[in-house]
């Protein structure tokens, strides 16, 4: 039975979620599922924008039949070749012997890589600026690409407003019901899912996103919708915010998140020390997070939010704790920047956790190191207290500067 929603008078929501995966990309825990948004518009001519992934084939499909009633569908608009919006490309094709893809060069490109249908006739390649009448309607098509693939674009639709974001402004979760951002409690139920998504999927193109931004701007835009995720028909400055924040790699708030690996618990009795110094200078929301059992795209995600990181492993092998050189490597990867960073290291016999985690961090831009590095040797004596105060005092002063 179709299940869809009602976006405007002529355009419909025609998605749906999936809460049995458990990684996204097989690599992201999404605990709280996600949604695969798809888009029809009815007009003269009908389209769809973006397809779904396999494992809701079938509840898009009867979405689609159900909307159309009875209709031919003219145009699939592609904005993303990924295949979680591409499952149910060739259905749709197989099904209406008329139906033209719209998409840029690469777009057609990857589908020659990923799909073997025949394409003959029946594609309409844009480019930046392009416009499809629909009748009332008019997609306008505007490149963005790697936010986050190469051939991503975005459609305008501009008698109503409308933006066909892709990927960006989505966010991790299944919807339920409750589908545009006016009917939930985003700072509540989303936001931490909208910045993991952000951090650990489009967090590498700060950049392209800036870009897009920029390109976004010269439009007057009322809904913005996204291919996962709450669709946004109000209060868009906040989302277009946080994207403007997070992708100059700008810490959403002024706040510590500690985060610490420990096999024996000394460095994590140091690390509760800290942040109880912290808290009774009147540091509040301290965040902390053990990174062995906390997924790394968490730990990518607090970087997105906070300011002020420490980061607090022992030594192993003669290297980082092995938890926390892959966080330290997946920041790299992703190009983080512009953050202060407490170090704590500890060894039992050579420590030289604190001088490998300072090496890799210096490979990051911006990232500013706060001295002194706490040097411990196993559990902790007297004669911790004092570099760990001296630290404490360090972060309060950056954190208040
Ligand atoms: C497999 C393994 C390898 C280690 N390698 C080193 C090392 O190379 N250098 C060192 O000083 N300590 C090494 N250690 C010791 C720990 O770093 C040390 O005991 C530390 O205090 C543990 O901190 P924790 O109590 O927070 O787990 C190693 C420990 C283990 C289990």
Redesign the pocket.
Known sequence: MYCTRKLTEQVWWVGGSDRRLALFENLFPITRGVSYNSYLILDEQTAVVDTVDSSISRQFLENVLHTLDGRPLDYLVINHMEPDHCASIETLLLRFPTLKLVGNAKTFAFMGQFYDFPLDGRTVTVKEGDTLSLGGHTLQFHMTPMVHWPEVMMTYESSEKLLFSADAFGSFGATGGNLFNDELNFDRDWLDDARRYYGNIVGKYGLQVQAALKKLSGLDIAMICPLHGPIWRSNLDYLLNKYDKWSRYEPEERAVAVL???????????VNLLAAGLADSGVKNIAMHDISSTHVSTLISEVFRCSHLVL????????V?PAMATFLHDMKALGLQNRTVALVE????????GKLMREMLGELKGFQVLEPVVS????LKDSSLEPLFQLRDRILDSLNG
């Open positions: 610490y690996a420990s096999m024996y618990g000394d460095t994590e009795n140091a607090a492993a022992p030594t192993y092998n003669n290297g704790y500890n060894g039992s016999w050579a420590p030289v956790s411990l040797k196993s559990a």
